[in-house]
């Protein structure tokens, strides 16, 4: 920006916080583009971590109208963090504003003050005549890196002693677990001092991301802040309350209690349990000491959302604004990674990689490695990491490697990957799900794999899942589990030759543990095993897939590998197997009647068993010829087939068989070569091909003589 545009961006900033020009006079603010800004800090022989066209603010010494050489730069190039900048190695200051009479203030303990979030605010107060100190940030009371403990202890005592302190946090207080530990570490170190503190709930003003005191000034003035002062709770009368505040979360929808630690719920009852060794509390005027737990449930204090969520796709740990279906908002959950991108040694992933993927099989390797980063890639975009795809690694052998890719992936999710069995997949209680990213599913065996193949395709697809825990009313998050399977049976799964939800990969057929020739073997794998428990390698391991470019991948249309059309064919039926073979060779299958474009599941199946031996019907022959490659048509009338009727003999001795021809009804069903010929043909025209392939000739029905008028 041109100094000019820095100038007007200045002071509409300082018209959204009720000040103006002269205010910005008498607390000597003023504006610099980047490049004044750059040649003004090498005057005052300070340097900034970066600059950026914005505003300075000096600090002052409390009572003084001299700024004491501190000050901090507010941005106005854009919304990027952080916002506000200070000098290199600087630690944190109070805001003091030299608009406002602290002289006066200190000689009248009974006059109350405000402790507020920034500047900007602590200015707009002074502006309107009372009197507010400003915090750098949430947590510029204190600095641990020099090793300051409180800055309200460096004040003169009598700033704190017996004064009424109303500490007004910004609106989002309520939604950021941070702001709030902020706030109550500050209300305890002013209430050692002597202070008697007040917590003010400032309310979220519509049109805004968050409420600032300044914010609140310009909309409802000075007598609106001070009805909210009169409606404040003492915070050393509801201390225990506010912490409890840290650690747990009413849910509303539920009538349950979220714990952010165990990052589960609780009932009330197990709730009082849980936290049954909380201090007990005096209210003034009481005898009888107050349980917090109890008082926590029944306090309008309490922290509360209608319901959960576990949705990267959102502010992580964060309570949502509410919405029309959310009277008080959600909390999510979801804490994001916690590994760190940091480049590093690679070789052990990439020698398991060329173990599990052989030469020949590049092409399925880089499909995987693309499957793998795609999600990693979506996190740190801040979208849904939901694929359409899972990974499955099959094997006759055990021990070929197939877990361990599956748990080196898993730790650079950490906590938001678990290892589940087929006990946990057919369990009616599934809080597995709960919370969880990536799923490693071991030694899926094929027994029962024809019943939960519907779960897992709606596990692997749906946008949200049921979540049901014994003894608890079941609840519905995100779906945001990708699955990464095992297994060492060819029928592990039961695919349909149509499936578009599983990559299949067959691994070596060689244990590792005996590759010694290939670097692996017992030291080879417990080497490998120091290295995938490292942080380093989650770290390295997560730069790589983030740098990976994924070109025209797609999650939802898994290559068609040859172990995938092996179990395909494994574990489809006799029917099904014979339904696929006849789309794909029809001259073979179908013999001399392959020239036939119309074909009914009853021929089919007469085909396919034509001794009858099977059970299957003509119903589930029609179940398997969709999938196994043919197209269904739609249901037709006037289809013509031969049927043999017994009559009385004309010497009336016995019966003799007459064949006839009789009109039915049936669904078609023909070859994808002939499927574009056949929908242009309407219902009539689909019977009249139909019988003629048959060799039945339907007589044309005569048409009745049109009788001509005569003329009178």
């Known amino acids: 920006m041109t100094d000019q545009e820095v100038k007007v961006a200045f002071l509409a900033k300082l018209k959204d916080s009720g000040l103006g020009k002269n205010d910005a006079e008498r607390l000597r603010w003023r504006a610099f583009s980047a490049l004044a800004l750059e040649r003004q800090c090498a005057r005052w022989g300070v340097r900034l971590p970066v600059y950026r066209d914005g505003f300075v603010i000096p600090y002052y010494p409390l009572g003084s109208t001299q700024p004491n050489g501190f000050f901090r730069h507010r941005r106005l190039d854009s919304n990027a963090e952080p916002r506000y900048l200070q000098p290199v190695d600087s630690g944190p200051e109070l805001f003091w504003p030299c608009t406002a009479d602290w002289k006066a203030l200190l000689a009248k303990p009974e006059t109350p003050l405000t402790v507020c979030e920034g500047e900007l605010k602590a200015a707009a ?154 201090p007990k509390y005096l209210v003034p005027g009481e005898k009888k000491p107050r349980v917090p737990a109890h008082e926590w449930a029944e306090n309008p204090v309490r922290n509360k959302v209608s319901r959960l969520t576990f949705d990267p796709a959102q502010p992580a740990w964060r309570m949502l604004p509410p919405t029309a279906h959310t009277e008080f908002g959600e909390f999510n959950f979801y804490p994001g990674l916690a590994v760190q991108p940091k480049k590093g040694n690679l070789k052990p992933w990439f020698r398991l990689l060329k173990w599990i993927f052989p030469p020949g099989m590049e092409k399925e390797c880089d499909w995987f490695l693309s499957w793998a980063a795609w999600p990693l890639q979506q996190l740190a975009a801040g979208r849904s990491n939901k694929m359409h795809s899972a990974c499955a690694l099959i094997s006759y052998t055990e021990g070929t490697g197939k877990g361990l890719l599956g748990l080196t992936l898993a730790r650079v999710y950490g906590r938001l990957a678990s290892s589940i069995t087929l006990r946990q997949l057919r369990s009616e209680f599934n809080e597995w799900k709960r919370g969880k990213l990536f799923i490693v599913g071991n030694e ?212 003799k068989p007459v064949i006839r021809n009789e009109e039915h009804q049936g669904k078609l069903w023909t070859l994808p070569a002939n499927e574009a010929a056949m929908r242009r043909l309407n219902d009539a025209g689909l019977a009249e091909q139909f019988n003629r392939e048959r060799g039945f000739v339907v007589p044309e029905t005569p048409q009745p003589r049109r009788r001509l008028a005569v003329k009178p």
């Open 444 to 655: 899926i065996t094929g027994k029962e794999a024809r019943q939960y193949h519907d779960q897992l395709s709606d596990d692997i697809t749906e946008p949200t899942v049921w979540i049901r825990e014994m003894y608890k009313t079941a609840y519905q998050l995100p779906n945001t589990i990708n699955y990464f399977f095992t297994s060492n049976h060819n029928d592990a799964f039961f695919l349909k030759f149509t499936d578009r939800r599983f990559f299949i990969h067959r691994t070596p057929e060689r244990k590792l543990v005996e590759a010694t020739d290939c670097g692996w073997g017992r030291a080879g794998i417990d080497e490998y095993l120091r290295y995938m428990e490292s942080s380093e390698a989650a770290a390295a391991l997560l730069a790589e897939f983030l740098g990976r470019d994924l070109g025209s991948f797609d999650h939802r249309q898994p290559p068609l590998s040859a172990a995938k059309i092996e179990l395909q064919e494994t574990v489809a039926s006799t029917a099904a197997l014979w339904a696929r073979q006849a789309a794909q060779q029809p001259e073979i299958y179908l013999g001399a009647d392959s020239t036939r474009c119309l074909w009914l599941a009853s021929e089919l199946l007469a085909k396919c068993d034509p001794e009858g031996k099977t059970k299957f019907t003509e119903k589930g022959m029609g179940h398997v010829l969709g999938p196994g490659g043919w197209v269904a048509l739609r249901k037709v009338r006037g289809l013509l087939r031969a049927r043999a009727e017994y009559v009385k003999a004309q010497d009336g001795k016995g019966m």
């Open 125 to 278: 107060a002074a502006r309107l005549e009372f009197s507010a100190v400003g915090l750098g940030g949430v947590w510029n009371y204190q600095s641990t890196r020099l090793g300051i403990r409180s800055l309200f202890g460096k004040v003169d005592p009598r700033m704190w002693k017996e004064r009424r302190l109303y500490y007004a946090c910004d609106s989002d207080v309520a939604t950021n677990a941070s702001v709030l530990a902020a706030r109550n570490r500050g209300c305890d170190l002013l209430t050692e001092l002597g202070a008697h503190v007040f917590v003010v709930p400032l309310p979220a003003l519509a049109g805004l991301k968050k409420t600032g005191l300044d914010d609140y000034l310009v909309v409802e003035g000075a007598e609106g802040y001070f009805r909210l002062c009169k409606q404040a709770e003492e915070w050393a009368a509801c201390r225990e309350l506010h912490y409890l505040n840290e650690k747990v979360l009413w849910v509303h929808d539920q009538a349950r209690v979220f714990d952010y630690g165990a990052q589960r719920l609780f009932t009330k009852e197990d709730f009082f349990n849980n936290y049954s060794d909380r």
